[in-house]
């Protein structure tokens, strides 16, 4: 809920479109939603991005729970280890301009999302 909450304020902020405000909360709430569900809970960073005349905003979803061993699987419509519809992390990408998991058994988990205006 926080999440939301933080990013709605951020995306509103930064002059993106209704459209764009719902695509970064309904990520960010996904995101969010994996690292208390399977990361054991993390921390979200935000980061505004300028290139030349472009705005962007970076998101970085970390936890230090027990990673993802097959990230291609895990962002297969449908994968669910948790009994969920397996829609969070694949809905997410597809949201998103920019998307990039690093994670491995036992060392956690780092998501990082790139939205441009
Ligand atoms: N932060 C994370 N740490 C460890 N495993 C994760 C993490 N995020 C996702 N996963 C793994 O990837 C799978 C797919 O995640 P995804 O969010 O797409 O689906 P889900 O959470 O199972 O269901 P939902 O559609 O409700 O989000 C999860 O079931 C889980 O196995
Ligand atoms: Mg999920």
Redesign the pocket.
């Known amino acids: 809920m926080r999440a939301r909450q933080a990013v709605r304020a951020w995306a509103v902020e930064l002059g993106f479109s209704l459209v764009d405000q719902t695509k970064l909360v309904t990520a960010a709430s996904?995101?969010a939603?994996?690292?208390v569900?399977?990361?054991g809970g993390?921390a979200m960073g935000m980061e505004v991005l300028e290139d030349g005349a472009r705005t962007g905003f970076r998101l970085v979803?970390t936890?230090t729970?027990?990673?993802?061993p097959d990230i291609p699987r895990?962002?297969t419509d449908g994968?669910?280890?948790?009994?969920?519809?397996?829609?969070?992390?694949?809905?997410?990408k597809r949201l998103v301009n920019e998307f990039a998991i690093q994670?491995a058994p036992g060392e956690?988990?780092r998501?990082t999302v790139v939205k441009w205006k």
């Not at 729970?65 to 993802?68: D, K, R, S, V, W």
């Open positions: 996904e995101l939603r994996n690292t569900v399977y990361g993390g979803f936890d729970g027990p990673g993802i895990a962002l994968y669910t280890t948790g009994g969920g519809l397996g829609l969070g992390l694949s809905g997410a994670s956690g988990t998501i």
